[in-house]
């Protein structure tokens, strides 16, 4: 059996993407997984804000799995999770974003205040900022904390 396809895709501080093509050394998927969620972070570009691992079964599959590496509050996280974050105020969506957990968590210890104001949350920021980690049930369990009658979130793993 041959070893399966991969690319690396970084995505760079200035926008710029470089995609790189390789043989992943592995048969088995599982294995390939594995061995890309413990990837040694340092050997990522230091102006990388994101990397990805994506594995093909087959030489010309258009589906790949993916390894997602991204950083929350300065540190690298990698997940193989995609999820989607929808932020409602008085039925008007207000915000909504795509990506890992750890990207969800980054939104909303970036955004906190502003989603705080917009939605009249009212919560006490510094102490809702200090729970968050990129963890999907944290993050679940913190936007589950900001719903109100007026406001309403989603966490949706899509």
Request: net charge negative.
């Amino acid at each position: 059996m041959d070893n399966m396809k991969a690319e690396k895709i970084i995505l760079l501080e200035n926008g710029e993407e470089k995609i790189e093509s390789f043989d992943s050394g592995f048969e088995d998927i599982d294995e390939a997984l594995n061995y890309f969620e413990e990837y040694d972070t340092s050997k990522f570009p230091i102006n990388a804000n994101r990397v990805t691992f994506n594995l093909y079964e087959v030489e010309d599959d258009d589906f790949a799995q993916s390894v997602f590496f991204s950083k929350f509050k300065d540190e690298w996280y990698g997940s193989t999770y995609h999820f989607n974050f929808k932020g409602f105020y008085m039925n008007n969506l207000l915000f909504s974003v795509d990506g890992t957990e750890i990207d969800i968590a980054d939104y909303l210890y970036k955004n906190i205040s502003k989603i705080n104001s917009e939605c009249n949350l009212k919560l006490n920021i510094e102490d809702f900022k200090s729970k968050i980690e990129p963890d999907d049930m944290i993050v679940e369990a913190l936007i589950a904390e900001m719903n109100t009658n007026e406001a309403k979130f989603e966490f949706l793993d899509i």
